[in-house]
C-alpha cells in the first residue's frame, strides 16, 4: 500500500501548533495498554531465524537491547499476573472497550464466515477473554492461549458468564511454544493482538503463527502500537515536543498500565515482519485516530456511539490511519492452497 501521508510531515504541523498551546496543557495521558508475554527460543535453522541473525547485526539492536533492560524492570510473568485485574478493568473503560470495539469490528470484516460452516481461532494472549467471548457467540470454536493463570481465571469466569464455555478452550502456555503446542494447519483465524509489542522476537512469533494457518482463505489478525500514534500522544496530551520530536523514530514507547516499555511499529517494519512469515498482507487499519485528542466537552460515554462511527470512517481511510495510536493488519498465506471441503 502506497503512503498517502508522511509521519514527518504531519509531526512539522503539530510541532507548531505545540510550541503556541504546549505551556497550558497537563499531561493527560491514561493507561494505553495491553501487555503480553516475553517469547523465547525459535527454530535458529528457519528463514525467519535467520531474517532475526542478520538484523541484529544493524544499529537499532543497541536500542533495542537497551528497550528491553528498561522493559523487564517488572518481569513480565510478574506484572502479567499480579496486574490481570487492572487490565479486565481497562477494558471496561471508554478508551479500552473503544480499542477493543474497533478491533472486533475490522475482525468481522475479514472473517471468513462463508468459506467454511464452523471455523477454528486461536487467541494468542488472549488475556481476559473478551474477543475469544465475542467469536464465541459468532459460533467459532476459540482457543485461547495464555501465559498468565490470573488472565486465564478471568476469562474463565467470562465464558462462563456468557454462556460459551463449551466454545472456548483455555490454556496456559508461553506463546514461545506455540509451535510444539499446536499442530502445523490447525486454525482458520489467529488472532495477535497487542503481543508483538511486548515479545522479545516478533518474527518468531508470526512464523510460528502462520504454521497454524489452516489454508489460504485462513487468516491472522495482528493489532499493534503505532509509532505515528504516538508522536501525536507526547505532542497534543503531554504536550512534550522534545519527546514527540524522539518518537519520530524511536523503536520503544513508554506505556504507562503496567509500567516499562512497549515496541512501536511502522507500517513498514510490521510488513516486513509479516513478509518474514510468508505472510501476505489483506489489510491495514487504524484503530483510535482521534478520540484520545478530543476536548473534555465531550464526553467520551455520552458520546460513545458516535465516536464509534467516526473512528471507523477514519479508521479506513490511509491517510488518517497513518496516524492513529494502533494499527490493525490482516494477513494469509498466500503460497497455501485450500483444503479439501474448504
Sequence with gaps: MGKIVEINDIVDAVL??????????????????????????????????????VR???SLESNE??????????PDGERFQSDAPKYAAYLETPEGRLRSDLAFANLQDFLPLQA?????????????GATAVRLARLGIHVT?????????????????????????????GDAAQLENLFRAGSFDVILCHNLLEYVDDPDAVMC???????????IVSVLVRNRGGEVFKAAILAGDLAAAENNLTAEWGQES???????????????????????????????????????????RSAE???????????????????????????????????????
Excluded at 501465559?147 to 490454556?171: C, F, H, P
Excluded at 510460528?208 to 485462513?218: E, F, H, M, T
Excluded at 516486513?272 to 466537552?297: N, T, W
Aim: with cysteine; aromatic share 6%; proline share 3%.
Design 56 to 58: 541484529r547485526t544493524t
Design 116 to 128: 467454511k460452516p464452523s471455523l477454528c481461532a486461536l487467541d494468542l494472549g488472549g488475556g481476559t
Design 16 to 53: 507548531l501548533l505545540g510550541k503556541e498551546g504546549a505551556s497550558n496543557r497537563r499531561d493527560n495521558s491514561r493507561g494505553w495498554w495491553l501487555s503480553r508475554w516475553r517469547l523465547e527460543g525459535a527454530d535458529r535453522t528457519s528463514a525467519c531465524a535467520r531474517r532475526r541473525r
Design 65 to 74: 537491547s537497551e528497550g528491553r533492560k528498561k522493559m523487564n524492570a517488572k
Design 208 to 218: 510460528s503463527a502462520a504454521r497454524a494457518l489452516r489454508d489460504s482463505s485462513a
Design 144 to 172: 485461547l492461549l495464555d501465559s498468565s493463570r490470573a488472565m486465564l481465571e478471568i476469562a474463565k469466569r467470562a465464558a462462563r458468564d456468557a454462556g460459551v464455555t463449551e466454545k472456548i478452550a483455555l490454556k496456559e
Design 304 to 342: 460513545y456511539e458516535r465516536i464509534l462511527v467516526v473512528e471507523r470512517k477514519l479508521g479506513s481511510r490511509p491517510e488518517f490511519a497513518a496516524v492513529a495510536r494502533y494499527k490493525h493488519y490482516f494477513a494469509h498465506r498466500a503460497n497455501l492452497a485450500p483444503k479439501d471441503g474448504a
Design 257 to 299: 498500565l503496567y509500567g516499562g516499555k512497549a515496541r512501536l511499529f511502522t507500517s513498514d517494519s510490521l510488513q516486513a515482519v509479516l513478509k518474514a512469515a510468508s505472510l501476505a498482507m489483506i489489510a491495514e487499519r487504524g484503530v483510535r485516530v482521534l478520540a484520545d485528542y478530543l476536548p473534555p466537552r465531550v464526553s
